[in-house]
């Protein structure tokens, strides 16, 4: 069983409006809406990949039941702590005649003590039968910025290891518990060390230096230039072969959920890599965030180049 975590779900509505101006009235002909947020990204893809999956976090009002209710469609077990207030709407306006994305994002609920509480509780409940946790995308309000660092350190008791992938105050204060993976892209990377990266020998030294205080696996996605996996004894790079790009929101997170499912089935870092990278290119290929064809991820995976630093 694999548990990914989702403490800001969102309903997620993506607009398709050619020549988009702010300031006009438009008339959308094409909408994609779906349950969305990087967790729930996750565990979609996890589960159309054939793996039993756990979804737990925070959800209220009428759009966290829709949500709830399409996971469970998918046959996803799901583990909400209700609380006051509604779940987010994320709208995403993308402009295929120009080439760019609008984003207009709600905060989401806040999370009280108690509601922490509560989910402290189902948290540690999925951890006594999960193979993988995965923490992924930012905080809600009301929630502190180290509370990743508190779920890794839980989850130390009961040998599950922990993929985490956020940014900001979320990743640096996370990182501090040592999480078993890393995945941020290069700009949350970057953002870590508060240096833009540029070329792979920087790449490289701050994976490096983050593998030296005890993080595991140290991975950075680069979009369609792959992706960089290193641990202390070794290095990998990842080269994606080029796709037609239909949409590549949540492409990310289908890395994450190749990755954990690769992790869940106790194969090689090399082919939890590649599996990564088949899922990624897969998602681009459909209009809504945060889906796979599991055909296509196993034809795409023998496309996969897989290139050793060390």
């Not at 994609?32 to 039993?52: C, F, L, T």
């Not at 737990?56 to 966290?64: N, P, Q, S, Y």
């Not at 984003?103 to 806040?110: A, K, M, N, T």
């Not at 900001?168 to 508060?194: C, D, M, T, W, Y």
Request: one cysteine or more.
């Amino acid at each position: 069983m694999i548990t990914s975590v989702a403490l800001n779900p969102a309903l997620d509505k993506i607009y398709f409006v050619d020549n988009f101006e702010p300031g006009k009235m438009y008339r959308v002909r094409e909408m994609v809406k779906s349950a969305g947020g990087k967790g729930v990204n996750v565990a979609r893809v996890s589960r159309m990949m054939g793996e039993s999956i756990r979804l737990i976090g925070f959800k209220g009002g009428e759009a966290g039941n829709w949500l709830e209710l399409q996971l469970k469609k998918l046959g996803v077990c799901t583990g909400f702590v209700e609380v006051c207030g509604e779940t987010r709407t994320n709208n995403n306006i993308i402009d295929r005649e120009r080439d760019n994305e609008t984003e207009v994002l709600e905060l989401g609920p806040f999370i009280s003590g108690e509601d922490m509480e509560r989910f402290m509780t189902v948290y540690k409940e999925a951890l006594a039968d999960s193979k993988v946790v995965v923490l992924s995308g930012g905080l809600p309000q009301g929630v502190p910025a180290n509370y990743y660092e508190t779920l890794i350190e839980a989850a130390k008791p009961f040998g599950v290891p922990v993929i985490l992938d956020t940014g900001g105050e979320a990743l640096s204060e996370g990182i501090k518990a040592k999480p078993h993976v890393i995945k941020p892209n290069l700009r949350e990377l970057s953002n870590l060390v508060q240096k833009e990266l540029k070329d792979m020998g920087e790449i490289l030294e701050v994976l490096r230096r983050i593998n030296a205080d005890g993080v595991d696996i140290a991975m950075v996605s680069m979009g369609e230039q792959g992706a960089i996996l290193s641990t202390k004894d070794s290095c990998i790079r990842v080269k994606v072969p080029s796709v037609a790009v239909v949409n590549t929101i949540g492409s990310g997170d289908a890395m994450v959920a190749g990755f954990a499912t690769g992790l869940a089935r106790s194969e090689t870092l090399e082919e939890c890599l590649r599996l990564a990278a088949a899922c990624g290119m897969s998602n681009a290929r459909f209009l809504e965030i945060g889906v796979v064809d599991k055909n296509e991820v196993e034809t795409q995976k023998g496309r996969v180049e897989i290139e050793r630093i060390f």
